[in-house]
């Protein structure tokens, strides 16, 4: 799903015009990154799941086309774990 489809999708569920289904989806997109830019970023739907950001260590890789060793940097990633209700509907 796109996220185009995913407006048309909550503008009909929720019986809204596009424009503030976008207005919704993008000021969501909008809190849920900058409560994750925090120090302990972590956002919890209940039921839905919890979006939360870690720290990822330095360390060595593989370039794939010349197999040469590289090194990756630290870096901070979002993970996603899916709550109980999303599991047992999925």
Do not use: H, W, Y
């Not at 839905?48 to 940097?73: M, S, V």
């Amino acid at each position: 799903m796109t996220k185009a489809e995913l407006i048309d999708a909550m503008a009909k569920d929720a019986g809204i015009a596009k424009v503030a289904a976008q207005s919704a989806l993008d000021s969501f997109i909008g809190n849920v990154t900058k409560a994750l830019k925090k120090k302990d970023g972590k956002v919890t739907l209940v039921g839905f799941g919890t979006f939360a950001k870690t720290r990822r260590k330095a360390r060595k890789g593989r370039n794939p086309q010349t197999g040469d060793p590289i090194k990756i940097k630290a870096c901070n990633v979002v993970k996603f774990r899916p709550g109980k209700k999303l599991k047992d509907a999925v």
